[in-house]
């Protein structure tokens, strides 16, 4: 479910096809930086209702997506 | 009772820093601090001290305001950076300026100038004051750890004041803290204290960049939504938003959240830097000395920093 939204996010975000997007990818590939990073930990807390303190590097989507999940309680 | 402004000012050192010029001696580069973080040079002191560029804003205020430095009843200003503890800044601004009028600083760290208005508009409610000189004057270079090189790109030196009369332009406004040293500090020295035991953390500019990032965004959109609710006002009505220059990163996901068209949000960071307490006047000066404020303009003025700490205010110019 979080894959799906960050996936959905970050398509929206840089204007390309979801498909171009795996657990895998890494944001440098994808030419996102760690401020970028926050911004879109900031929306998901919006559209999740919860409170999400990004305190570890994350290097590739599926990294942000576990991180989230492990503080939802998944 | 408030206040209106009628005149501003500023003062930057004469010394231009490139970010090639810092990439000679820190492991970044032009394009990644330019990406990171707007900035492509700033102005730093070689011989100039901040309450040198405190004075001459203040002077060149005066001087816009034809006002003399006798007729000001009191003289605020906001800093982190100055040369001294104590005396206050305020005071070393009364004394270049030769005023006579009581002076004080008010330390909201970035925020500060936004701050030292509300104070400002205390004295004039309570009917105490007919001309106040706010300045926000830093000396960021010293303070600024110049080994770091993701807080050493972002600072620059410079100074900002406006002269304030009585009158009712000042509609709203809002200061928050939550307070603690965990994401913005600058600790003092610890002297040559032969007792004592605890650490010295370096007495220089501490920052967790994502943190501030994260804090900066939210209450930036939130503070600018909820003064100009507070005022009745349309973010459509805005003629400029006057953000604190931290970082062009702040400034553009703060637009995002808001409806005001992004060619309103003023921006000098790019040859100014983050000027910490000062950015916020000498943005402001910037605008009136391009003749781009028209008088009964609605101008918005969201500020952010250590503390944590953050101010805004709607006023009419």
Redesign the interface.
Known sequence: MVMEKLTKLLAAHLDTDPGEINAETTFESLGIDSLDTVEMVMELEEELGVELELNEKVATVGELAQFIEKKLGK | MSFRIISTGSAVPSRVVTNDELATFLDTSDQWIT??TGVKERRVCVTETASGLGIEAGRRTLEAGNTRPEELDMIIAATVSGEYVSPGMACMIQAGLGATCPAMDVNAACSGFVFALDTAAGFFARGRVKKVLVVGAEQTSRIVDWTDRNTAVIFGDGAGACLLEAGDNYIESKLFSRGGADVIQIPTSIGVSPFFEGEQVKPLIHMK??ET??FA??VMAADIQEVLASAGIAQSEVAYVIPHQANV?IID?AKKRLDIPAERFAVNLDKYGNTSAASIPMVLDGLNRDGKLTRGDILVISAFGGGLSSGACVIQW
């Open positions: 990406e990171r960049g994502q990032f994260r965004v939210s990163r996901t």
